[in-house]
């Protein structure tokens, strides 16, 4: 069974960069047969889809968020990683890394997510 | 990009009751790639619907999802406790970016 779970700052000031590390286990990163993904949830609010990374280091972005956007993988580490440039109050969010399968699939597995507060 | 809306945002309804939410979409959804998520306080969406149509695996027959084109709905045929929580529509075609509807919160009468 796959897990995925994010790691990084909870608190990150403006105009700063956030940078969050989702470690993947009971499964390779390097499977090729999967996106690995970050989606985002402001509190109370509804899901942003911020981007996703394929193993070759392919990836694709959100157009709103994509000026301010980096997402990496460390297929030695297991890991992929976000990084949001310039933030502001309105990045405030629980983020969560996810799974697609290759192919135009929902998203299968979740983390657990971890809350990001922008504020000095 | 497609733009999903749910209605309605909040429905409230007792256990044993049937569900309808609803999720429409700006433009056609390719192939019905069409996904419906449950989200309880505090934790992840839990992927309940894909396809438009077809259950993730070990979700209850209580949950069916249908629709093609812009409209898509899903039914709760017989409300538990336990489904009461806030259910998001997804599309997922081949082009990114992925898009979310608002939500529907289902909560108790």
């Known amino acids: 069974q796959v897990q995925l779970q994010e790691s990084g700052p909870g608190l990150v000031k403006p105009s700063q960069t956030l940078s969050l590390t989702c470690t993947v286990s009971?499964?390779?990163?390097?499977?090729?047969?999967?996106?690995w993904s970050w989606i985002r949830q402001p509190a109370g609010k509804g899901l942003e889809w911020i981007g996703r990374?394929?193993?070759?280091?392919?990836?694709n972005y959100n157009p709103s968020l994509k000026s301010r956007v980096t997402i990496s993988v460390d297929t030695s580490k297991n890991q992929f990683s976000l990084k949001l440039s310039s933030v502001t109050a309105a990045d405030t969010a629980v983020y969560y890394c996810?799974?697609?399968?290759?192919?135009?699939?929902?998203?299968?597995?979740w983390g657990q997510g971890t809350l990001v507060t922008v504020s000095s | 990009e497609i733009v999903l809306t749910q209605s309605p945002g909040t429905l409230s309804l007792s256990p044993g009751e049937r569900a309808t939410l609803s999720c429409r979409a700006s433009?056609?959804?390719?192939?019905?790639?069409l996904a419906w998520y449950q989200q309880k306080p505090g934790q992840a969406p839990r992927l309940l619907i894909y396809g438009a149509s077809s259950r993730a695996t070990g979700i209850p027959d209580r949950f069916s999802g249908s629709g093609s084109g812009t409209d898509f709905t899903l039914t709760i045929s017989r409300l538990e406790p336990e489904d009461f929580a806030v259910y998001y529509c997804?599309?997922?075609?081949?082009?990114?970016?992925?898009?979310f509807g608002p939500g529907t919160k289902v909560d108790i009468k």
């Open positions: 996810a799974r697609e399968k290759v192919g135009a699939n929902p998203v299968d597995y």
């Open positions: 009971g499964g390779s990163i390097s499977s090729g047969s999967y996106y």
């Open positions: 990374i394929y193993t070759s280091g392919s990836t």
């Open positions: 997804q599309q997922y075609g081949s082009s990114p970016p992925i898009t």
């Open positions: 433009q056609s959804v390719s192939s019905s790639y």
